[in-house]
């Protein structure tokens, strides 16, 4: 269910954001340190505690890796940004000449 639920965040994100991968990259680490840290609060034995934060910490990584990984290679290149604003044009010394019909 979190993979589905991640897939649709990027999806969302991929339609409304600049750069999708980078935003989803940081929201998909904060919800998986909530996942990692909100077992660590519960009164429970110390070992089952860390073993269900490591075991929530690799799922969570393996999710935003493989998404991001498949978010990068279906994704269209993006241009590279022009910082300058002027046109290069050309100048011709004559009109041109059209033919006659």
């Known amino acids: 269910m979190a ?3 991640a ?4 999806h969302l994100l991929t339609l409304t954001v600049a750069e999708p991968r980078r935003f989803f990259r940081w929201i998909m680490a904060l919800v998986t340190l909530i996942a ?3 077992p ?7 070992g089952a505690k ?10 969570g ?3 935003v890796a493989t998404l991001d990984r498949v978010a990068g290679a279906t994704s269209l290149p993006r241009l590279p940004e022009r910082h300058d604003t002027t046109v290069p044009t050309r ?6 000449t059209y033919p006659r019909t």
């Open 40 to 46: 660590l609060t519960l009164a429970d034995q110390a």
């Open 7 to 10: 897939a649709g965040l990027l």
């Open 61 to 63: 990584a393996t999710i």
């Open 36 to 38: 990692v840290i909100t």
């Open 50 to 59: 860390i073993a269900t934060a490591l075991i929530t910490l690799a799922i």
């Open 91 to 96: 100048q011709w010394s004559q009109p041109p």
């Open 3 to 5: 993979t589905v639920l």
